[in-house]
């Protein structure tokens, strides 16, 4: 999916330039890709040169006023650096990061998002199973590592993008669920323990048709902190689609399992992950998908309805084990 470039294409033209990363201003092509609202991201194709080129906003595109220090550009790119040498292959190269650019490997035309495929109700168990599982190796290959904690111990991009809009609006608009929003968020902070990439959904996953293809982008708001805030956030996503597409809950709830396998499967050494947080997480997580600064876009009002009880009883009344909140979908 391509749109009509919005940064200044002169400009990063003379960067690539001057980089020595493209020879020649001329016959340099600049596409805008869809789906960002807090960077802009765009293809540049010249002579010898095919990449994404990405340079954060301060200003989000979404309709609510939301604003974030464009430093976390160079978190992104440090992250990915970390995350390819600790799992090879499933993160883009980092080609160049300067002067408020990144420039990262393109992923092949034919790949496309794991939220296009989830969305179109394909859910490959596969897939969700290789998330988990190399979700699992950066925690396990991170947790408790000092130099890990400090180069990744800045939590601010992730208050702005995350914990403020989500977690702390949500709290403002459920006066009554201000005690587990709270709880959570505390819990949070006291367990920095892990890489904790920070909107590991399905819009950052990128996917070809081999089983080996998967790349998972967007490190804008990695930190070290808590090992839930992750898995919750891939679960929470696929009730958010259980409840959009019903007929396929059956294979998004297989999807969350084959995931928290995969997960479980690599995180030995690592510390424990704490089930009553993950579900607290999940249910802040679908809450903010409709009350929070930047709502799912393709739910209906009756889906809000149903994601709204379903994220409230999970702070409220938690049950026994995350995938069980399948069972509360009617
Ligand atoms: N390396 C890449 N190769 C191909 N497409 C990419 C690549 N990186 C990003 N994209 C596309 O651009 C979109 C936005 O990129 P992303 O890094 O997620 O930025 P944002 O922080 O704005 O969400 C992605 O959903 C994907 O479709
Ligand atoms: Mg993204």
Known sequence: MTAP???DTAALTRHLVERGLISSPLDVEVHGLAGGVSNDVVVVRAPGFDAVVKRALSRLRVTE???ADPARLGTEGRALRLAGRLAPGVVPAVIDLAGGYLVIER????WRTWKQDLLAATVDVAVAERLGRV???WQ????GD???AGAFGDVTAFGQLRVDPFHRTVAGRHPDLADPIHQTIEIMAANRTCLVHGDYTPKNVL???AATDLWVIDWEVAHVGDPTFDPAWTVG???LKSVHRPAAAPAYAAAARAFLTGLDAERPGAAALDPAQLIRQTGCLLLARVDGRSPADYLTAVGRGQVRSLGRGLLLDPPPTLTDAWERLT
Do not use: M, Q
Request: aromatic share 4%.
């Open 5 to 7: 470039a919005v940064l």
């Open 65 to 67: 006023e939301w604003l």
């Open 107 to 110: 992923a092949p035309r034919t």
């Open 135 to 137: 979700l699992g190796r």
């Open 140 to 143: 396990r290959a991170t947790a």
């Open 146 to 148: 000092g130099d890990v």
């Open 207 to 209: 996917v070809g048709s």
């Open 237 to 239: 996503h696929l009730l």
